[in-house]
């Protein structure tokens, strides 16, 4: 076993380390009280390679592994956890599904403007009344020649309103429950889009979370991806990444929570010495440090998997993101405990990163759906198996 990174992965995680601290960590606060998206720095960072990480080079992706993806989120999301949602959702739900079931001519279509951070990409399978159980979906898509008709309302899209490409899951057969659901390629200039809401949000002010309206929207047949009644397939098969980087982002927050708490506990005086002199404080640091590295760890294993093409990586997915996720609400908790009155103004960033924080067991699955993956897995195959790289894999 060795945990070491290899060149590649250490230069882009030291570049957006480098960019993220230069260009972003001094507006972060600002941006978020003025929910200001941050363009210019993400197409920056989609110019670094960092929108297609994980397509090849040829479709105008930066073709590297899923250590170097999630090393990635984690430095962005250690700044600013907004941009790490976009670009999340971009590479893991919209690119990676697009090149793995994209026709060529899909894939010429999109793939290197998305790849090289040009638009942006949203995923919209949320309604009002399919969330969790997202085969209730009620969106509907209709074949009228060689043009379907998609109508219906989804919610919670991130980036919407900013996206260049819109992936949709819609009903073509809905007498066919989860296999009558097929995904769409939707560009916002398709005659009956429209945004017509944005989310109030607590936390990840700056990243936009859209209400689609899809009135009678044309959508081309060739813009079908995949075949009719696979979407849902697809769908959850793009969340098993997702989920992998998800967990990224939520290491990444808490990561930043805890370099600031022990660098304000350093400096902070009570009692005539510095609060980092406290066994209390000191045992909080502790643990959120350990609890870091643990999900660290699992956000490692999963990615690792991912790329030697395991089978079952939905479980390993899972489990990181269930554990991230519950992990950085603990941990921003107590960086805000540790700046005590500071950590409840909107002057500390561990403020921005506590509401941030919360989502993370809700979105791209919660953690109760990722507890029912978990136990459906270790049911059905025994609880006491290994992590299995794919026979033969690198
Ligand atoms: C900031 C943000 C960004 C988002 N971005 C996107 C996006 O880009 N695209 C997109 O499609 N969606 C997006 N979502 C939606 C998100 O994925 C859903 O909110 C999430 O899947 C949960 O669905 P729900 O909110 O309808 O909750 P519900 O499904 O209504 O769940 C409510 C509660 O019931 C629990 N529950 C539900 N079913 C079960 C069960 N079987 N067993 C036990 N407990 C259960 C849940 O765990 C939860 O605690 C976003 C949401 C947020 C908040």
């Not at 390629?185 to 700056?206: A, I, N, Q, T």
């Not at 990586?313 to 908790?333: D, F, I, Q, T």
């Not at 103004?345 to 509401?355: F, G, I, N």
Request: hydrophobic letters at 40%; aromatic letters at 8%; proline letters at 3%.
């Amino acid at each position: 076993m060795d945990f070491s990174l290899t060149d590649d992965q250490r230069l882009i995680r030291d570049t957006v380390r480098r960019f993220m601290e230069a260009e972003v960590r001094p507006n972060a606060r600002q941006n978020d009280r003025e929910e200001k998206f941050a363009a210019a720095e993400l197409r920056h960072l989609g110019e670094l390679g960092c929108c297609g990480m994980l397509i090849p080079e040829e479709w105008g992706g930066a073709g590297a592994d899923s250590i170097a993806y999630v090393l990635m989120l984690e430095e962005v999301a250690r700044v600013d956890a907004a941009m790490a949602v976009a670009l999340s959702v971009t590479n893991s739900v919209v690119a990676w599904p697009l090149y793995n079931h994209g026709t060529e001519a899909q894939r010429r279509k999109y793939l290197p403007q998305l790849s090289r951070g040009e638009i942006l990409g949203s995923f919209c399978l949320t309604e009002a009344q399919a969330g969790s159980d997202s085969a209730a979906l009620q969106t509907r898509a209709v074949l009228d020649g060689d043009t379907y008709r998609l109508n219906g309302v989804k919610t919670w899209v991130t980036s919407g309103g900013q996206s260049g490409l819109y992936f949709v899951f819609a009903k073509t057969d809905p007498q066919a429950g989860a296999r009558g659901i097929t995904a769409f390629l939707v560009e916002p200039s398709f005659p009956g889009f429209r945004v017509s809401r944005y989310e109030d949000k607590m936390g990840l002010r700056s990243s936009r979370s859209a209400e689609i309206t899809l009135s009678d929207c044309q959508v081309p047949a060739e813009n079908r991806l995949g075949g009719e009644g696979q979407g849902l397939k697809i769908a959850l098969e793009a969340l098993d990444g997702g989920r992998v980087g998800i967990a990224a982002q939520a290491v990444g927050i808490a990561q930043g929570a805890l370099e600031a708490a022990a660098s304000y506990a350093k400096q902070r005086r009570a009692f005539g010495k510095t609060i980092s002199e406290f066994q209390a404080i000191q045992w909080m640091l502790a643990d959120m440090q350990t609890e870091i590295e643990a999900a660290r760890a699992l956000v490692w294993q999963a990615a690792w998997l991912r790329d030697t093409g395991a089978a079952h990586l939905g479980a390993y997915a899972s489990r990181a993101k269930l554990y991230a996720g519950e992990m950085v609400n603990r941990v921003v908790y107590k960086a805000v405990q540790v700046h005590g009155s500071m950590g409840y103004s909107r002057e500390s960033d561990v403020e921005r990163m506590y509401r941030d924080a919360r989502v993370i067991s809700i979105y791209e699955g919660t953690s109760e759906i990722q507890r029912m993956i978990i136990a459906r897995d270790l049911l059905a195959r025994g609880a006491a198996q290994p992590p299995q790289a794919a026979e033969g894999a690198r």
